[in-house]
C-alpha cells in the first residue's frame, strides 16, 4: 500500500528555520519524482517544490525560490523541505504528493503536516 | 506565477449536472495536456480525479469528465450527489516547469 507520511511541522518565529520530511513507503521511490504542496488556513492549494527521481532537477515557486530547498535521499525514501527566512505567509499545512507515472498530477497525499510562522 | 481562474462556487441539486470552469492561458493550461483535477472534502487531503485533461484514476466514478477547449479546461459531474459536495481544484502544468491551481470551487449540493 502507497503512503506518505509527513513530519517536522511546528510553530517558529518569523525569520527562522524548519525542516520537513516526509517517509514513503508501497513504491519504488527512486522511479517518482516528489512534490510538496501547501494550503494555508482556509486558502486553496499552491504548488511549492518538486524534485525528480534522482534528484538531480529541482523547481520551486517564486514565493519560495531562494528560501526553500527541496531534496530527496532515495536510500532512506524520504523528500525533505528546509525551509529558511520563514515568513508569516509561510503559515500552511504542506503536503507531500507522489504523482501519478510521470509528473504533475498527483495521485497520493500525506495527511499534511503544518508549519505556523509567528511571533 | 499566476493562478488559474475558478469560479468560487457553484450549486446543483442532486441528480442534476454542474460544469467548473478552469481559465489559464496559452502558457499553461492551453499549452500541454496536463490539466487535472482534485476533490478535497473538509479537513482531508485533496483527491485526484481527472488528469491529462480527461483521464480518470482507476476507482474514480465515471460521472466525474473533464475536458478542455482553448486556454480553458472544465470538470463535469453528472448525477450530482450530497457526497460531491467538496472543493474543487484544477491544475496545470505551466511553460515555466511550475505547476499552477486554480483558486478552488465550493460546490454545494442544494
Known amino acids: 500500500e502507497v503512503q506518505v507520511l509527513e513530519s517536522g511541522g511546528a510553530l517558529v518565529q518569523p525569520g527562522g528555520s524548519l525542516r520537513l520530511s516526509c517517509a514513503a513507503s508501497?513504491?519504488?521511490?527512486?522511479?517518482?519524482?516528489m512534490n510538496w504542496v501547501r494550503q494555508a488556513p482556509g486558502k486553496g492549494l499552491e504548488w511549492v517544490s518538486t524534485?525528480?527521481?534522482?534528484?538531480?532537477?529541482?523547481y520551486y515557486a517564486d514565493s519560495v525560490k531562494g528560501r526553500f530547498t527541496i531534496s530527496r535521499d532515495n536510500s532512506k525514501n524520504t523528500l525533505y523541505l528546509q525551509m529558511n527566512s520563514l515568513r508569516a505567509e509561510d503559515t500552511a499545512l504542506y503536503y507531500c504528493a507522489k504523482p501519478l507515472a510521470g509528473a504533475w498530477r498527483f495521485d497520493y497525499w500525506g495527511q499534511g503536516t503544518l508549519v505556523t510562522v509567528s511571533s | 506565477q499566476s493562478a488559474l481562474t475558478q469560479p468560487a462556487s457553484v450549486s446543483g441539486s442532486p441528480g442534476q449536472s454542474i460544469t467548473i470552469s478552469c481559465i489559464g492561458t496559452s502558457s499553461d493550461v492551453g499549452g500541454y495536456n496536463y490539466v487535472s483535477w482534485y476533490q478535497q472534502h473538509p479537513g482531508k487531503a485533496p483527491k485526484l480525479i481527472i488528469y491529462d485533461v480527461s483521464n480518470r484514476p482507476s476507482g474514480v466514478s465515471n460521472r466525474f469528465s473533464g475536458s478542455k477547449s482553448g486556454n480553458t479546461a472544465s470538470l463535469t459531474i453528472s448525477g450530482l450527489q450530497a457526497e460531491d459536495e467538496a472543493d474543487y481544484y484544477c491544475s496545470s502544468y505551466t511553460s515555466s516547469d511550475t505547476l499552477a491551481f486554480g483558486g478552488g470551487t465550493k460546490l454545494t449540493v442544494l
Open positions: 508501497g513504491f519504488t521511490f527512486s522511479s517518482y519524482a
Open positions: 524534485i525528480s527521481g534522482s534528484g538531480d532537477s529541482t
